[in-house]
Nanobody
Framework: QVQLLESGGGLVQPGGSLRLSCLAS????????MGWYRQAPGKQRELVAS???????SYVDSVKGRFTISRDSAKNTVSLQMNSLNPDDTAAYYC???????????WGQGTQVTVSS
């Protein structure tokens, strides 16, 4: 059974940094895209950053220059380095991986990131 275990969330002051990590276990297929989504209260879930198997990366405009996504395909991990955090970044962050052939989505349970002074 596929499980995505996220870690690294927490409370941080504005301007601070956090690093989120996600480990996918129970994988019996080739993973395609890996990414991070977030959902703030009362808002829709949005794609924050994604990375393809070939290393092509995309970010939502609001995090460009502040967040960095990376993956280790051999270890089935994806990370998100978040710098210069601001209160608008407060949300539950979800790890996502896609089946490379069928495109099926797998999700983590989410990790809370709160940016507040």
């Amino acid at each position: 059974q596929v499980q995505l275990l996220e870690s690294g969330g927490g409370l941080v002051q504005p301007g601070g940094s956090l690093r989120l990590s996600c480990l996918a276990s129970g994988i019996t297929f080739r993973i395609g895209d890996m990414g991070w989504y977030r959902q703030a209260p009362g808002k829709q879930r949005e794609l924050v950053a994604s990375i393809t198997r070939g290393g092509f990366i995309s970010y939502v405009d609001s995090v460009k220059g502040r967040f960095t996504i990376s993956r280790d395909s051999a270890k089935n991990t994806v990370s998100l380095q978040m710098n210069s955090l601001n209160p608008d970044d407060t949300a539950a962050y979800y790890c996502n991986v896609k089946h490379d052939y069928y495109g099926v989505d797998y999700w983590g349970q989410g990790t809370q990131v709160t940016v507040s002074s």
